[in-house]
Every structure is written in C-alpha cells, then in structure tokens.
DNA sequence: TTGATAATGTACTAACCAGTACGTGTCAAT
DNA sequence: ATTGACACGTACTGGTTAGTACATTATCAA
C-alpha cells in the first residue's frame, strides 16, 4: 500500500534559511545570552533543523557572531541618514541625541547584545573584522557640530567628541539595558510614554546645558 | 603498615566556608554570568567542596542570589556615610557624583552583577526580599540637595530626584559596564587614568550645568 | 539527461554539568 | 565518654547539550 500521506517536496532556499536562523538566534541570544543560549531551542523555533545551524554558521559561537555583526550592521546602516548640516549647533546637537535615545529605545535586543558581549570582554567583537573596523561616523558627526558650535562661540572648546558620545549613549544605554533593575529598585516602569519623554528632554538638556557652559576650574 | 601519610584532621569553620564559597563565586558569576559560571569551577577554586555549596546555598541559583545580595548589602553600608549637609548646594551635588564615579570604578564585580540580573530581568531581585526592600538612600540625598538648590534659587524646579540618580548613576555605570565595546570601537583604554579624570570632571560638569540652567520650553 | 554540488533531515554521541547518595569527621553539651 | 547535631568529603548519576555521521533531496550547469 502506498503512504497516504504525500511527503511534501523540499524547497532549497538558503537565503532564507539563513535569516530565519539569525533572526530566531537573534532573540535567543538576547534573551539568555551565549551561555544561555540552546541552540537546540534555536532549532526548535526556526523552519529548519540544528544541522543548518551548523551548516551555516560552523558553531554556536559562531551564530552567535553573526548574529553581533548583522546587529552592529544595522546600526551603521541607521547612522548614516541624518541631515544636520544645514542646523544651528544646538539644534543639530538636540536632534542626533533625539535619534540616539530613540534607537537603544527601539532596539532592546541590539542593547541586550551589547551587553552581553562586554560580559564577554568584547571578545568575540575583537576577532570579527567586520565590526573592529566600526569607525563609527557618528563621531564624525559630532566633531562637525562641536567644530561649527565652537566657531560660532555657543560651545565651550574644550570638548572631546568621543567623551561626549559616551556622554550621550551612556544615558541612553543605561535607561534600556538597566531597565529591570533600576526599574526594581525605583519602583518605575522605564518603558511608560510620561519617563520616555521627560528622560529624552532631559538628556538633551543636560548635554546642551554642558557644552555651552563655561568651563569650570 | 600504617599511613605515611599523616591525614590532617579537618577543621570545622562554617563561617569562613561560606565566605569562601561567596567570594569565589563572586568572581565567577561575575567573570561568566549565571548560566556561563560553573558549580564545579567555584567548587575546585574552593577551600572546600562542592557538596558544601549545595549544603550551604541549596542550588546553583541560590549561590547566585547570595552573590547579588551580598553585592547590593556592601553598597547599601557604602551610602550612608557621605556628609553633604553643610556643602553648598552645587558642592554637595560634585561631591554626591565624585563617590558615585568612584564606586563604579572600584567594583566592576558589582557592575557586572547588575548587567548580568538585567539580562535575566531582574527576577532573582525581585525575589530577594532584602534587595526588594532597598529603598535607596541616595534619592533622599539628592532630593535634599535639590530642595536647597531650589530654595536658593540656585537650581531649576522641574527636577525629579530619580531622574537625576539616574543621569549620574547611567554615565557612571556604563563607563565600567561597556568599557570592552566602547574601548575596543572608539580604541580607548577607559581605564586610564587620564581618562578618568577627564570623564569624572564632565559628568559633573554635565550635571551641574543641566541643574543650575533655565528649563528650555 | 546527467552528474556535481549545495542544501537538508534524522539519529546519534561524547562530554559536560547540576545535583545527590552515602558515609565520615568535628565539637559542644551533657 | 557518649551522643546528637552540624560540617564536610568522595564518588556517583541522570539529564542536558554542543556537535557529528550518514543518508537523502534539490538545483543547476553542461
């Protein structure tokens, strides 16, 4: 007797199978970091099976690479497309630090990876060639507006561009990837609309505050 | 024929076990994480065994717990003791961010106990009824501080107390906490002492600029 | 059509690792 | 000196988990 059920035919679609592993490792990773991670759960939760996984990406470290590298991919990608030429300083300033708390507020699972690779020591970001050559534009950016602020005498000169981008992303970070805890301690939910709006003017106050004060001894 | 070799008879010391097995485990949980740290590895690092671990803290997350608590009791003594009464407003705040700066900086191990409890949500925190109880003293320093500054027309009045831990507490943290991407991207040594300096003056600049300017509408 | 290569599925293995069974030693109080 | 509670060590177990062996199917170029 023939088999009742028609075994329906394989589609070969490396593409996406790919994506859909990285995109499921993705969440896995961010949720339970490497350690934490199964990639049998991963297969689980993918169309495919752990054998692709392997297939693909050789080993569990190195999904969990690829996965840190599309993320830092992405975030290049976003940096690129704003357009602060044509703002005064102050302005330019308050609309990239807009952008920066909007996207670690939008992007949780970049943040989470982000942390946990500095549990890692960064370790797997300093073997990936791709990402140790991040030689993040944003920085560029903020030299440009620093150097026109300065110019036009509303900046105190003594500014590092890269200081104050950690001054910025710090605040930013902090407020998503510390949100169980802070928000434990506190008692406050960092996610509701009343925080996010009173936190995004408040860093951009205190950064536009500081770098058109004067110096102190 | 009797032993060569001369057993040395063991001494009973529970107290000192214990404390054994935290520090060690300290380290652990704080180099791998909860899920990347071994019972085994704190065990062999261990005066003792691991049959002792399980005696004393019951499981692998019960040892993790008595690590977090642990780390939160030593900061909660550290807070107590700064005295800002008598400073003027601005310099209470400066001195306030200084031990703050500093805190950070000399425990990484607590730093990185906190990031790993925010990777797994804070749930063991939740749990602890003495970490749950932690009604920080810090944001009755700050509201103090900010109450004088007010009074003295020196500060602006829309300030939460919370609000402003946090902007110190987020620069601080994240400069220990993301020390491996930041330095490995931007090819800073956060670690170095000029850096150090620098980073400390502009926070506090940063913040008090932010405290003592008119709110922008 | 064919055959080479890329893509995929199934079933397995070996190491690892949290947790335990079971027994021994310590010490203080009686 | 005995006893009982506490402290401790050794050796093991059973489930888990990263990774693989092997077989099969799809695809596409010649």
């Known amino acids: 007797m023939a088999k009742l059920v028609e075994r ?15 995109n499921i490792a993705t969440e896995e990773f961010s949720a339970f970091g490497l350690s ?3 990639v049998d759960a991963i297969a689980e939760k993918t169309r495919t099976s752990k054998r692709m ?10 999904l969990y690479l690829a996965v840190l590298e599309k993320a830092y991919r992405k975030i290049r ?3 690129a497309d704003l357009e602060l030429a044509d703002l ?29 690779e500095n549990i890692h020591h960064a370790s797997h ?3 990936s060639s791709e990402i140790g050559e991040l030689n993040l534009s944003i920085v560029r950016t903020i030299d440009e507006i620093l150097d026109r602020g300065r110019r036009e005498g509303v900046f105190r000169r003594d500014i590092d561009a890269i200081d104050l981008h950690m001054l910025i992303s710090a ?11 802070f928000g434990t301690i506190f008692h406050r939910e960092l996610s509701e609309p009343d925080l996010y709006n009173r936190h995004k003017q408040m860093i951009a106050d205190a950064v536009t505050a500081y770098v058109t004060c ?3 001894l």
Chains 1, 2 share one sequence.
């Open 8 to 22: 329906e035919s394989r589609k070969n679609d490396p593409q996406k199978t790919k994506e859909d592993i990285l």
């Open 36 to 38: 934490g991670a199964r």
């Open 53 to 62: 996984i392997y297939y693909y990406f050789g080993s569990k470290e190195g």
């Open 77 to 79: 990608s976003l940096e």
């Open 88 to 116: 005064p300083p102050v302005e330019a300033l308050r609309t990239l630090i807009a952008s920066t708390f909007d996207h670690d507020e939008k992007n949780p699972d970049f943040v989470r990876l982000v942390s946990i």
């Open 125 to 127: 970001m300093k073997r």
């Open 171 to 181: 605040f930013c970070f902090f407020r998503v990837s510390n949100r169980y805890t």
């Open 214 to 216: 004067q110096p102190k």
